[in-house]
């Protein structure tokens, strides 16, 4: 059983996802006793899937491809797995790899199962688990055609490299005419440094922190640990913040290995957002915040005390740690 995963990138560099996947991609093949294909589109440095363990990529660069049109890259990763045989075809559960992995499955007439976190269950029948009902439950699903899609829970696996001889390989499949049915005509990019998709650290804001005029000290607390900032869904609608920030069920997901939440009271709606984040700090005024109820690690006191204390230690261990 030979596995493809899609290697996703953004203005030709590999996305973060992508080495995830590939990780993932590795730790399965090991235990098939196979190899791991990759295709990535438009993509500079390739040879940095090496690390992580893929065997061999396809390298497809065609300016049809510029901009993301889900029809034809469905077509080239379908195309992909056909020219490799591959009876496993992974993806990752970016926005775009959402909408990307149903049509392959369609294409290929294989079974898909999203949502995914860790390895496979059993290899034979085929069952994966999955996060379900936003993250607040796990399924098993068995997938019993011979073809199968997996979209792996974003963060759900890491990234461990595994250096591999990688073969590069240029790939042109067929790519029809310029109507794809749907296309991107702008993309208008959050200004924060570290993007929520790809931030190992979030920390997010809440109505307690009364007012926009008081980010600062959360964008220098995120500064420096390297993270993105998100917040409530009442601070983006209050428009303290861009929506782009907005975390929860009905904003962004999140699933960072480190979630600080300042002044958020930890609403269900917002928990089954970022319920998947491996640690998850919680700072609140009001010992009995829900939130605290769902956290690792709580602080009971005021934000506007404790926020600029924990950025100077942090500030003091990074200087005697450098
Ligand atoms: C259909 C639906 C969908 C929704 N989707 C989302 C969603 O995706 N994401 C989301 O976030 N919400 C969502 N909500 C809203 C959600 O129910 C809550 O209303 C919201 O999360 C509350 O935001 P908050 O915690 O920032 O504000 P509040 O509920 O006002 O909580 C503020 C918190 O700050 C604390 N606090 C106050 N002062 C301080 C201080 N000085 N220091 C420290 N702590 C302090 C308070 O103790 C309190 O716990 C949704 C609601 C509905 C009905």
């Given at each position: ?24 991609a ?36 065609n ?20 020219k ?7 993806l ?10 149903p ?13 995914v ?120 609608d ?60 709580g ?24």
């Amino acid at each position: 059983m030979s596995i493809l995963i899609y290697a996703e990138s953004a203005e030709g560099k590999f996305k973060k996802v992508a080495f995830e996947l590939a990780s993932y991609a590795k730790k399965v093949a090991e235990s098939l006793g196979t190899t791991v294909t990759a295709v990535t589109v438009n993509t500079a440095n390739v040879s940095d899937l090496s690390k992580y363990g893929v065997d061999k990529v396809l390298k497809v660069n065609n300016d049809k491809l510029s901009g993301f049109t889900a029809k034809a890259y469905a077509d080239v990763i379908k195309q992909a797995a056909q020219k490799e045989g591959a009876k496993l075809v992974l993806l990752s559960s970016t926005t775009d790899s959402l909408y990307l992995a149903p049509l392959v499955a369609v294409s290929l007439e294989a079974g898909y199962a999203s949502n995914v976190v860790g390895l496979p269950v059993s290899t034979s029948p085929f069952q994966v688990k999955r996060n379900a009902f936003s993250n607040k439950a796990f399924n098993i699903t068995e997938i019993t055609t011979d073809v199968k899609v997996l979209g792996l829970a974003k963060n759900s696996y890491g990234v461990f490299e595994s250096a591999s001889s990688l073969t590069e390989e240029d790939f042109n499949p067929t790519i029809g005419d310029n109507d794809f049915g749907v296309k991107v005509q702008s993309v208008d990019k959050t200004s924060g440094k570290v993007t929520i998709a790809d931030a190992e650290v979030v920390v997010s804001g809440g109505r307690g922190l009364k007012g926009p005029e008081n980010w600062g000290m959360l964008e220098e607390l995120a500064s420096v640990l390297g993270a993105a900032t998100a917040c409530s869904k009442p601070v983006s609608d209050l428009g303290w913040r861009p929506h782009s920030e907005h975390v929860g069920q009905t904003g962004k997901p999140v699933a960072t290995n480190l979630y600080i939440a300042v002044g958020i009271s930890g609403a269900i709606q917002h928990i089954a957002g970022i319920n998947s984040s491996k640690v998850k700090v919680v700072i609140n005024s009001d010992a009995d915040a829900p939130f605290f109820k769902v956290a690792d690690y709580g602080v009971v006191g005021d934000a506007f005390d404790i926020v600029p204390k924990l950025t100077q230690k942090l500030k003091e261990f990074k200087a005697n740690n450098s």
